[in-house]
């Protein structure tokens, strides 16, 4: 059995194998494609169309197309099993336009690639990679590549990706990310045209998942309580141990990078490197007055303290802030709608890139729960307007024609996840023993982060109004924790002190989190 | 005289204070507990579940109306214990082994009260063979299990093996749910019954118990 896969006009066959379903093969072909639910058949994210030998329809199947659509050969490849010679055409975004957030603050100017010595920062996120070239003597940023984490074809978030590797899938998640370190460390060398021998140290940071992952450990014990970790510690190694594989397979393509490289040092399964490196970036270490950071992600990571005494933890907000679970919400890519104002019932929308609208992102998910509420065309306890109870409400409509809406169903979503940030800030605030008037500031992380309107995610109750002043957009914290970490004195001393001093609070069986949690679900 | 409707209107704005003074009244007026259950408090509950179902209210009204049934059904159980009230049947609920996931099992366990059965909540983090063990010592007709990870949700398979393993399971009606189950998964380990939403589980559940 062959499958042809015709994608861009461009056509690969490749052996078929039975019983395996669609999408894990076109993995294995690294064909990419996003299955956001893990290939469950629950998000209709992995759509194809079958054009000859098309498989039996699904419950999945069923859900997702209309009559006519299954009649055309559509189907979700995570629940397709082809059996006999199949041609597969795949129309979905390869996301390679999905928009990266690597800027942080105090990122300096680009210079010259006329160096003696470089150093990589590379901040592995688990939808997004972000990788950048130092200037180690100058302590400069000569340049930045970032790329989507092609891990998203397991899933797209941490548990799945945990899952994906608990059935036997974990070689193939490690080959995923080392494959996407390596070409973006080439391609970061090239575009900057610096010399690949001179290149000194590496530091990565990333949560606790993608670390394990990147070193092949088993994820087994992360997913279920108490979510003991195999490793957190910093880890050392080096370039060409690392990347054995890819430097075999690139032969004399391969970089001369004789670096060591250098794994942060995480807190917890749920609060990982990531934060600790977003912490040396912020300066928690050298604070007198404790301050915030809040990773506004799907695990909505955060952490309270100063010099003396760190609290962390992680709340589930789900992926409602990156699109996820909304009905028509999609990742950070061109024509996905940004900014909403409504007016008399009326919608007007800003998109990515000035593109024609598509869907919605995580950004335009919380304007237009904003806007909805301050239009009381949703009550505080969180329901639409009669008029738009039934089909949601209308934002914009696309290129074709097809009505953007916004649903009862993306309201409750936007409520799950702006209440588990709440509650899970306001239980860290009442653990540590502090007010809203102690905290000295508050950073919000994260690429989403960056270009949220703040004035919004306070108007949905997301932050509490005394917040609204002493607040920054610190954009990707991660990455600029781990420049800090290669180009400062003492920073792997300050790095060990801040995880050091963190303990963690753990809020699924908190009584005051679930409490915050119901009341924070209102609008008010 | 107290009027039973009322009390279901408090119950439903979630007003547990009013709730439990109304359902003292009406005691202390000598009105039929079981007709103060099932048309109060039950009747409420029973139209918070259809409009959670529908979207209509969400996740907080469910719970501040719960708190107001269990006020009211602090004063009552006594009494019903007294003419001698069975309830549609016992349940036993948790959140599986290796998920600490508290919410959406205690919505089950309201909805589940407001249809009439017994609850034996068993808490989160629960080992397979205490659902069994309880079930046994309670004399219930019905195990409900919650995982909120699709890495907890293999758990579900152990209570059910552990039920096989004792020879008991076709004693029990078991039901699981949970963001990451679906019917496909509560199929393949063998459950009973998979419902999406707590209400649906509670219908569910007391049709399958009254059959």
């Known amino acids: 059995m062959n499958i042809t896969v015709i994608r861009a006009g461009k056509e690969t066959t490749f052996p078929g194998e039975e019983g395996v379903s669609l999408l894990q093969q076109l993995r294995k072909e690294n064909i990419y494609i996003s299955a956001a639910c893990g290939g469950r058949g629950t998000c209709g994210k992995c759509k194809v169309r079958m054009v000859t030998g098309a498989t039996k329809i699904t419950e999945g199947d069923r859900r997702f197309f209309q009559e006519e659509e299954l009649r055309e050969g559509w189907r979700l490849a995570c629940t397709a099993y082809p059996r006999e010679d199949c041609r597969v055409l795949v129309c979905s975004d390869d996301e390679s336009r999905f928009e990266v957030v690597s800027e942080y603050q105090g990122q300096g100017e680009a210079g010259a690639a006329e160096s003696l010595s470089y150093d990589i920062g590379i901040d592995i996120g688990t939808t997004t990679i972000a990788i950048e070239l130092v200037d180690t003597e100058k302590t400069q940023i000569l340049h930045t590549v970032t790329d989507i984490n092609h891990q998203r074809a397991f899933g797209a978030d941490v548990i799945s990706r945990i899952q994906a590797s608990n059935e036997g899938q974990g070689e193939a998640l490690k080959e995923s990310i080392r494959r996407d370190l390596y070409e973006g460390i080439k391609r970061l060398l090239k575009e900057s045209g610096a010399d690949a ?153 800003t998109t990515i890139g000035d593109q ?49 809406r916004f649903t009862q169903k993306d309201v409750r979503e936007i409520q799950l996840a702006k209440s588990a940030v709440r509650a899970g800030m306001e239980t860290l605030l009442l653990r540590y023993g502090v007010t809203y008037e102690d905290v000295e500031q508050v950073f919000l992380a994260g690429g989403f982060g960056y270009k949220i309107d703040l004035r919004k995610a306070i108007g949905i109750g997301m932050l509490p109004e005394e917040f609204q002043e002493k607040t920054t957009a610190v954009g990707n914290s991660s990455l600029g924790g781990t420049i800090r970490y290669l180009t400062e004195d003492r920073a792997k001393e300050r790095l060990a002190k801040i995880v050091e001093l963190s303990s963690e609070v753990e809020l699924s069986s908190d009584k005051d989190f679930n409490n915050f949690y119901t009341e924070f679900m209102f609008f008010e | 005289m107290a009027d039973v409707h009322e009390i279901s209107e408090f119950l439903q704005k979630g007003r547990a204070k009013n709730v439990k003074a109304l359902v003292e009244e009406a005691l202390a007026e000598g009105q039929d507990p079981k007709v103060i259950l099932n048309e109060g408090l039950l009747a409420g509950m029973m139209v918070i579940g259809e409009k959670f179902k529908n979207n209509e209210v969400f996740v907080p009204e469910v719970l501040v109306a719960a708190r107001a ?143």
């Open chain 2, 69 to 211: 049934l269990n006020a009211g059904l602090a004063i009552l159980e006594p009494k019903l214990i007294e003419v001698g009230n069975e309830p549609v049947g016992k349940v036993v609920i948790g959140t599986v082994k290796g998920d600490l996931h508290d919410i959406g099992k205690n919505l089950v366990a309201m909805m589940m009260k407001g249809v009439g059965f017994e609850v034996i909540d068993l808490g989160v983090d629960v080992e397979p063979a205490t659902f069994v063990d309880k079930a046994e010592e309670n004399g219930a007709n019905v195990i409900c299990m919650s995982a909120l990870l699709t890495t907890t949700m293999p758990s579900m398979q152990l209570v059910i093996d552990e039920l096989a393993s004792r020879g008991l399971r076709d004693k029990y009606i078991v039901m699981v749910g949970g963001a990451p189950v679906n019917q496909s998964f509560a199929d393949q380990i063998g459950a009973d019954y998979y419902t999406p939403d707590a209400a649906t589980a509670a219908e569910t559940a007391k049709a399958a118990v009254t059959k």
């Open chain 1, 197 to 349: 021998g001179r290149v000194g140290r590496i530091a990565i940071a990333g949560n606790t998942t993608m670390g394990h992952l990147l070193m092949g450990y088993s994820c087994k014990t992360l997913g279920v309580y108490p979510f003991t970790p195999v490793n957190i510690g910093t880890i050392t190694t080096s370039f060409a141990e690392l990347f054995e594989a890819q430097i075999q397979a690139d032969t004399e393509n391969a970089p001369a990078i004789s670096a060591g490289i250098v794994l942060l040092p995480g807190i917890s399964t749920y609060v990982g490197a990531d934060i600790s490196a977003g912490m040396l970036a912020c300066g928690f270490d050298q604070r007198e007055k404790p301050c915030l950071l809040i990773d506004l992600g799907t695990n909505g990571e955060m952490a309270i303290g100063n010099r003396d005494r760190i609290l962390v933890t992680s709340t589930a907000a789900g992926p409602a802030f990156e699109g996820g679970n909304i009905s028509c919400g999609m990742g950070s890519v061109p024509g996905a709608i940004a900014g909403v104002s409504i007016r008399d019932g009326q919608a007007s929308v």
């Open chain 1, 356 to 404: 024609p609208p598509v869907g919605l992102c995580g950004t335009g998910v919380i304007e237009t729960a904003c806007e909805l509420v301050k239009e009381e065309l949703v009550d505080e306890t969180g329901m639409l307007d009669e008029e738009y109870f039934e089909e949601g409400f209308e934002l914009a409509k696309t290129p074709e024609g097809e009505p953007i």
